[in-house]
């Protein structure tokens, strides 16, 4: 089955520090890739959609300078949290999906700890 | 978005009992989507159902689709323990980006 691979599992650093975490598709073309974040209990809040070769389209309230996304090919995407504060500590996932009507593979999260 | 919602929020069973969960959503779709996702991991897809469908089996799954009260059932029948998990519903069409509830939380004793 589709796999998509999510780098790193974990992540604490001290806050003021950039943090890129990376979603990769092993077997299959995403030509769209999601990423959601999602707080304890909660469900996930897509953070942005990026389709390759073009920029990421970011949710209502969502701040791009902050959260970088690059999805420079079919099989790789990245999000880049720049200057992390504590308040951005939270559960990071990426999904990706192939052309028409498929439906999401997801990462197995990037748990991220600022402190 | 095909944002689904999902109903109870919340299901404690034993095991071997049946779990139901239901899911509605509000626009017209062309599949619609249930995953897994166990406790800090990420969503495991279970199966799809297209909109011609009405009933899908998968194993002990069983998804059902009533695309004219837009909603959706997932059965999991013998329940185990290992089947605690939340369970998240989403629609599908085209392009359209599947955006999920709060899920439903299972949590079956052994």
């Known amino acids: 089955g589709a796999v998509v691979s999510q780098h790193p599992s974990w992540v604490i650093c001290k806050s003021g520090t950039s943090v890129k975490i990376e979603c990769r598709s092993l077997?299959?073309?995403?030509?769209?890739m999601f990423w959601y974040r999602q707080f304890p209990k909660q469900s996930l809040m897509l953070m942005a959609t990026?389709?390759?070769?073009?920029?990421?389209?970011?949710e209502q309230g969502v701040e791009k300078d902050k959260f970088l996304i690059n999805h420079a090919s079919l099989t790789l995407s990245t999000l880049t949290v720049t200057s992390a504060h504590p308040e951005d500590s939270s559960f990071y996932i990426c999904?990706?999906?192939?052309?028409?009507?498929?439906?999401?593979?997801f990462g197995d999260g990037t748990r991220l700890s600022i402190l | 978005s095909q944002q689904g919602e999902e109903d109870p929020q919340a299901l404690s069973i034993q095991e071997g009992e049946n779990a139901t969960m239901n899911c509605s959503y509000k626009?017209?779709?062309?599949?619609l989507q249930w995953y897994r996702q166990n406790s800090g991991r990420g969503l495991v897809h279970l199966i799809l159902i297209r909109s011609n469908e009405r009933e899908k089996h998968s194993g002990r799954l069983r998804v059902t689709l009533d695309t004219s009260k837009k909603s959706s059932s997932l059965l999991i029948t013998a329940s185990r323990a290992a089947d605690t998990a939340s369970y998240f519903c989403a629609g599908g069409k085209g392009s359209y980006i599947p955006t999920f509830g709060r899920g439903t939380s299972l949590i079956v004793h052994p």
């Open positions: 626009t017209s779709i062309n599949n």
């Open positions: 999904s990706a999906r192939g052309p028409g009507d498929q439906p999401q593979h």
């Open positions: 077997d299959f073309q995403a030509t769209t």
């Open positions: 990026s389709n390759e070769g073009s920029k990421a389209t970011y």
